[in-house]
Structures are given as structure tokens and as C-alpha cells.
């Protein structure tokens, strides 16, 4: 659990940054980039905290059966 869990850490931050430096707009379209950098980011994390309450709910249904 420990070894997947650290890999999705992994892979979002992987994605922030990429999301952060890669993405590029002209001077006059920097605020639109910036609320587009944002949703990505949340997106991000919304995905890794939503892996994790999966899988916490996964293996308690699991040691319920």
C-alpha cells in the first residue's frame, strides 16, 4: 500500500511541476494561465486524496466480507 501510495505522491507532484513550468502564455494572458495552473494543481490533489479514501475503503470492505 505504502509503495503505491508513494508512487501516486510521486506522479502528482511529477504533474504540478510540469503543469507549473512547462505551460507558457504571452505577458497579457498570464492571469487566464495562472486560474488554468490552479485547476490543474487542485485537480491533482483532489485525484491523490481520492485514491487514498478509495483505498481506505477498499480494504475496509475487504475485512469486513
Known sequence: GRVLWG???????T???QVLTLIQAP???QAELHIVQK???????AF???EMICSRCC???LLEA
Open 39 to 45: 485547476k490543474a494543481v487542485y485537480m491533482l490533489i
Open 15 to 17: 504533474g504540478t511541476r
Open 59 to 61: 480494504w475496509l470492505s
Open 27 to 29: 505577458p497579457e494572458e
Open 48 to 50: 491523490a486524496q481520492s
Open 7 to 13: 508512487g501516486i505522491v510521486n506522479y502528482c507532484r
